[in-house]
């Protein structure tokens, strides 16, 4: 099975701290996202990016957050000045194009905030 | 909206017996896709199984197969011969296109403690 990758796979800030969390899709997926899991919750979606700007956002993904993809390979999830209910999974996924294609997540980053 | 129920926070069954995991979802939506997915301690999210809503016949993946009831909006997971391993959480999960993309939405999961 094709795999996405996540670095760091944990990470351990201070309230208030810029993190940049990478993942590394798979080279000929187009459509990338990014998703939560607050321990013990559910998956959320965060936001979704194709050719290389959003595409979707949900209302957690605020001013805070911020994606882009520089090189054209890794794709980064950026929080500018992290909160302690930031604190959770954060899963990189990627798919190809069209309707039949399976999104396939990376193993995600733990990120505590402290 | 689109929801995705899970109604069983958590299910037990013997190694070797087979279990079925509920999930119901909502949605207006024709075209759209339905996925299971296994997290195992490792919280890592694994692909078990997915299904086209325009095909009728029901997915199945070695010992995991689904139940997929359009009209009743039902997707349950059966998984057969149960193994320690099959010990995780699952996440049923519906898929839209939406705005050019596609998105998915993942119900609260249930957990599977699979007994020796």
């Known amino acids: 099975e094709p795999e996405v990758t996540q670095t760091p796979s944990h990470q351990v800030t201070q309230m208030g701290q810029e993190v940049i969390l990478r993942c590394v899709p798979i080279?000929?997926?187009?459509?990338f996202y990014w998703y939560r899991q607050i321990l013990g919750q559910k998956v959320e979606f965060l936001v979704s990016f194709y050719n290389n700007e959003i595409s979707e956002k949900s209302e957690i993904f605020d001013d805070q957050f911020s994606v882009e993809r520089p090189d054209g390979s890794n794709f980064t999830l950026k929080i500018r000045s992290t909160k302690l209910e930031d604190s959770a999974m954060y899963f990189c996924a990627a798919g190809g194009q069209g309707q039949q294609e399976t999104q396939y997540f990376g193993p995600g980053t733990r990120l505590l905030v402290l | 909206a689109q929801t995705v129920t899970q109604s069983q926070p958590e299910m037990s069954v013997q190694e070797a017996e087979t279990v079925t995991l509920s999930c119901t979802y909502d949605t207006s939506e024709s075209d759209y896709y339905l996925f299971w997915y296994k997290q195992p301690p490792s919280r890592q999210m694994i692909l078990v199984i997915r299904q086209e809503a325009y095909k009728q016949q029901n997915a199945t993946e070695n010992r995991f197969s689904v139940n997929f009831q359009k009209a009743a909006k039902s997707f349950s997971l059966k998984i057969s011969d149960s193994q320690l391993g099959d010990a995780a959480m699952y996440f049923c999960?519906?898929?839209?296109?939406?705005?050019?993309?596609?998105?998915?939405?993942f119900g609260t999961g249930t957990r599977l403690k699979v007994l020796a």
């Open positions: 080279s000929n997926h187009l459509y």
């Open positions: 999960a519906y898929r839209f296109p939406t705005s050019g993309t596609y998105k998915y939405i």
